[in-house]
């Protein structure tokens, strides 16, 4: 099985990868924006979509608030080359797993709009610096997949984020929400025929074991999807 890997250019990447591999037999591409090594999409079973900077506002038709946000903190190459292999997990139906910025571009990619920062919006309850995260509960959808993976319609997980999910794209769906009703999840609509997406608000690679339901679990299911496509 090979898992591709978006680069975030930072150490943090070693993380979502050794997160994924689960220490099983899997091998992973990393796809580098620098590299723009789009052609190995092509040897990859599923693809990971990581975090990082902040996605340039002009993707989502709000270009006017570049004048608002940190430029250092916004990766254009970056930006391009995601939404690139978006489109080709769409076009070749690969399965996708999207977390924080992942997430985040995955609905901007598809249509969707985002919340340019989050305490700004009056939602102050997630990140408040670069250093520490928060933890809060998440409300999940009864019968959608993410329940299915958490065995449960509650959870709780860490908030390291300053943008969130604003208009989500018609193609894609809420599945889980704060108490204050941040975005924290999105599936696809339409499942049928479809191979696997979901997007996360949260950082599953960095919690602990005894956060497995909301971190292992969902890498697990990941890897059992693209094992049942091989099949």
Known sequence: MIIGVTDTGKPSYDKYAE??????NVTIKKLSFTERNIRDLEQCDGVVLTGGEDVHPKFYNQPELLNVLNSDDINETRDIFEIEIIEQTMKKNIPLLAICRGMQILNVAYGGTLI??????????HRFDKTKSE?????????????SIVNNTEGKVNSFHHQAVHSISSDLLVV???????????????????????????????????EEQCSNNIAQRFLHEIQLRQI
């Open 19 to 24: 997160w994924i591999a689960q220490g099983k």
């Open 116 to 125: 340019y920062d989050v305490p700004t919006a009056g939602f102050f309850s």
């Open 135 to 147: 933890r809060h509960k998440i409300y999940i959808a009864t019968g959608s997949i993410l329940a």
């Open 176 to 210: 889980a929400k704060s108490a204050d009703g941040v975005v924290e999840a999105i599936e696809r609509r339409e499942k049928n025929g479809f191979a696997f997406l979901l997007g996360v608000q949260w950082h599953p690679e960095r919690m602990s074991a005894t």
